[in-house]
């Protein structure tokens, strides 16, 4: 295989293991890679590494595709798109990992172990008790080649492991500068084990190799396993990439980000009503600032034109929940109304419980621009327009907070009168009559100022203060026109209020 080539054009990869939910730990590693190529000029790779075939399933790549679409990101190359050095799911190339290994053996860069596993435990715990590093003793290293080749002739099984050799491996990392690990803390790695499935520290440097991968840009948890992955690259005298390991992101209490945190996944965000470019615009902020470090509002083009990866700090960064809310707020704000209200409808129909119409699209398109301002997350919409979705009156008459108002000594008079107005009233009830008629019952009951307005507002809301009713009244005729039996209008209110208020 020739070499790869980092002078040339940078080729850089997101490596999920379909085995879950996407999280925000790997999904800025999928952002920074992203953001790298395209600055770049490069290519950007989606590979599946599904080596570890009991965890993997189908489903969960799916979900990992669509989830990183959703994001807003595009590859070249792919399971999905194809591309020059397939195949892009490691499940597909046995046969190549395989031939690698072999020629590793024939070469004498890697050798067949048959140490069993419960001896090779034994020696693991005999090393911790006295505090030694659990490296494999080398039982095998020197096995003469060919009474290695008989006995796995005769069918007793062998892993196969890397040889490494007795120097500090270096390699250079973007974010770290230079790393260096003395080979003691690395022991000859098995590269395949006994039942022929590869592992993720040989099967990835094939496929990086393969590939052409120029950076390898992943999480620090990965930092570990690059020595044993460079001493691979030696061993098959292919050129080493360049590495850029990101830091852990913790969550606001400073241990590692976790479920226990609350929401992490991609799909978690998706369904708060999170905007995608919110989420990118925050995790491109999770460990990388620009210069000057004030800015905190890019959009994925200005994104692209500021991002440097040797301005990635190799320190932890800290998860602000009310930082992305904050960013998410400002982009429904900044948003298109026509996509926030698309954006928005599965909400309604979640909150209300059913099938939305055309025209209760609309009406739900209606709801958001008049009510939705400034929501953190797309969900707090049915909360903020609950004076519109709810109507329950025997809770109004009985909140503590109504109490004061409803005994008051003018409140029957001004619900007896408003209500009889309403009951002549034609449908739907305009905001420009319903103003009017509460002048009408000002004027003849000679009641004014919050002693009117909050019987009225509690009769049609349920509560003493919230939107104008200019706002709230055509909302309430149009909801009760398209959505009959869900949302109640304007004369169904003051009746059913009414008749709970005598009862
Ligand atoms: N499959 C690995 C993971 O999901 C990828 C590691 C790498 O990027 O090399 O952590």
């Given at each position: 295989m020739e070499q790869t080539l980092i002078a040339g054009k940078a080729r850089v990869r997101f490596a999920p293991s379909p085995t879950g939910q996407v999280h925000v730990g790997n999904a800025r590693t999928a952002l920074f890679n992203w953001l790298f190529a395209r600055q770049q000029g490069g290519v950007f790779i989606l590979r599946i590494e599904d080596t570890d075939l009991e965890r993997s399933e189908a489903r969960y790549e799916t979900q990992l595709i669509e989830d990183i679409q959703w994001l807003g990101l595009d590859w070249d190359?792919?399971?999905?798109?194809?591309?020059?050095?397939?195949?892009?799911?490691?499940?597909?190339?046995w046969q190549v990992y395989s031939d690698y290994a072999e020629r590793l053996v024939a070469e004498g860069k890697a050798y067949r172990c048959f140490c069993k596993q419960e001896d090779l435990d034994r020696q693991r715990e005999q090393a911790m008790a006295q505090h030694l590093q659990p490296n494999y003793p080398g039982t095998c290293r020197n096995l003469d080649a060919k009474e290695a080749e008989r006995r796995r002739a005769a069918g007793e099984p062998s892993a196969i492991r890397l040889k490494i050799p007795e120097k500090p491996i270096r390699f250079h990392d973007i974010v770290r500068g230079w790393v260096e690990f003395s080979n003691e803390v690395v022991s000859d790695l098995i590269i395949v084990r006994s039942t022929g499935v590869p592992v993720y520290n040989y099967v990835v440097v094939v496929d990086d190799a393969e590939m052409r991968v120029t950076h390898v840009i992943r999480g620090d948890d990965h930092l570990s396993n690059t020595p044993k992955q460079v001493a691979l690259y030696e061993a098959l005298g292919w050129e080493v990439p360049e590495f850029a390991h990101l830091s852990t992101i913790l969550g606001p209490d400073k241990e590692r980000l976790s479920k226990r945190h609350g929401a992490t996944s991609l799909a978690n965000f998706r369904e708060m009503g999170v905007l995608p470019e919110a989420l990118m615009n925050y995790m491109a902020l999770l460990g990388w600032a620009p210069t000057g470090g004030e800015r905190e509002i890019f959009s994925p083009t200005e994104l692209v034109q500021e991002f440097d990866l040797a301005r990635v700090t190799p320190s932890p960064a800290v998860f602000d929940f009310e930082k992305l809310y904050w960013l998410n707020r400002h982009y429904i704000k900044e948003g298109a109304p026509e996509r926030i209200a698309g954006l928005a409808e599965p909400f309604f129909a979640r909150a209300l419980g059913v099938e939305l119409t055309a025209d209760a699209k609309a009406w739900c398109a209606h709801v958001t621009a008049a009510l939705g301002h400034s929501v953190n997350k797309l969900d707090e919409l049915p909360e903020r327009a609950g004076p519109v979705l709810k109507f329950d009156p025997a809770a109004a008459l009985a909140a503590g907070e109504n109490e004061e108002v409803l005994k008051a000594e003018t409140t029957g008079k001004v619900l007896e009168a408003f209500a009889a107005k309403i009951a002549a009233e034609a449908e739907p009830v305009s905001a420009e009559r319903f103003k009017a008629m509460i002048k009408e019952v000002q004027k003849e009951a000679g009641i004014k100022g919050p002693a009117l307005f909050h019987p009225i507002r509690i009769m049609l809301t349920g509560a003493q203060s919230g939107p104008e009713f200019d706002k709230l009244v055509p909302l309430m005729e149009e909801g009760s026109r398209v959505l009959p039996g869900t949302i109640a209008g304007v004369k169904q209110r003051v009746k059913a209020f009414m008749e709970a208020w005598k009862g």
């Open positions: 190359e792919g399971p999905d798109v194809g591309g020059p050095y397939p195949p892009y799911r490691q499940s597909d190339k």
